[in-house]
């Protein structure tokens, strides 16, 4: 994962009006900055009724700066978006390779339609701009041109600019009156237009060399006067937003009667479920397994003999090459549960609703103890058998954003043979700057008595042995962190 900790940001909106919900999602969003980058060194705010002279003067104010700031981030003060969305862009922008990096936005267009468009432009042929009507993958992409809504550019681009000479002109941009954003007239298939500041920056800035980018996983709000995004998008076309593909990973031994139940209250909560089978001995479990295994989206997995943290593992690596087959992107929900539980019929989808519902979320737990609420409950630690409702993070019934581990989020330790996984998981999350949280709306039941392990203080043998060494391992771990 790229190191961005040390790159600076100046946050900039040019203005006639504020939208309310543009305050809150700024100052949501400075405060998460404030606890985890600190990247925001200074704001530019400037009152105009011309956008285009207002943002040249932006730029200006920028570039002058002492400390020479690494990035500028438009954003205007209509838009609605969550408080990571600036690390989210430093994360897929590079200085060099994607100097101009845009979140999905979308527009109102005028007219007696009322389309929602996505804000992406490709040339035509003839080198005419086009919308691109239709949403490509999730991922980031290459596009002729995007809005200013929520734009980050780095600094370069405007050095550049300003001491370019465009073809058959006698003067730079800079030795003219709008040197980097200006409206433009154009003719289009429908007659003459004018081109709006952003993409004439946009096209500026390919023709001297700096590809415009745009983020389609980072989603930003457009307030028109309802804030008009992705839903509202796909709302048009009387289909819903499409979801990240969902996957369920169960390691088990025998007990049949619980895992044969969990699987058919889950059935059509999913894309795809892997059953670790860690050695099963009975001939009812394993007729029941060799039944199941390809049929309604089910994989056996053979795991005799591994490690707890190793089954997780293989079913984390497994629905991430589910996902990239099925979408071609590694982005998905993965959820982790032990056979020893009874689930409400929509708990997977609540689990995924809520993982989902704000940034810096990178994992969820059931509810396992009833608490109420309607939003993701913030927790520390882990359940540790608090069933009172001042338990933490579930570790037998959990989900998390599989598009973290290709990302650079670490895979389970597998030191750590059957213990303290949910721990070291927690504290990972912790240390990557993100949080988790319980989904009052998914509620599980833990019934215990399944394909557990038991270890010391209550256990005696071996996975009293295995509870000893994995304590010392995660003690010996997080002490070293901290120090």
Known sequence: MTDRSRESVVAAWPYGTIEPRFLRAYDDLRQWDFDHGRHIGARIMLGTTNVAHGRNQIVRQFL?????????????????FEPDTLDRLLASADPTARPIMGALCFALMKGDRQEVVPTLY???????????MELPEPGVHEVAATGTGCLLIHRRVFETLEHHKPPGSDKTYGQTSWPWFRWSE???????????????FCFRAGEAGFPTHVDTRIE?????PVVVDVATYHAQFGRAPQRAP?????????????????????????DGLFLLDNGSTQDKTRNWLA??????GIEVVSCEGWTLSRMWNEGIRRSLAASVALTGDPTCDIAVLNNDLTVADDALAQMSAGLRSQGGLLAVSANYDRRAGSDVIPVR????????????????????????FPGGFPFFDERLGWFFGDSDLVLEIEKAGGWYGIVPTAHVEHVDGGSQTTGAPCGTGEMADWYARDEAVFRGKWQAVAA
């Open 64 to 80: 002058s700066i002492p400390w020479k700031p690494d990035w500028l981030w438009f954003v205007d003060t209509d838009m609605d």
């Open 122 to 132: 490709t040339v035509t042929p003839d080198a005419l701009p086009a919308r691109v």
């Open 186 to 200: 154009w003719e289009t298939a429908n007659g003459p237009d004018v081109m709006g500041e952003d993409l004439t």
């Open 220 to 224: 930003v709000g457009h307030v028109k």
């Open 246 to 270: 969902r996957f369920v990973v169960i390691p088990a031994k025998d007990k049949v009667n619980l895992t044969s139940r969990l699987v058919g209250q889950l059935r059509g909560q999913y």
């Open 291 to 296: 039944s199941v295994d390809g049929k309604d």
């Open 381 to 404: 630690g882990i359940c540790a058998g608090r069933y009172d409702g001042t338990g933490g993070f579930a570790g037998f019934a959990w989900m998390i954003r599989g598009e973290v």
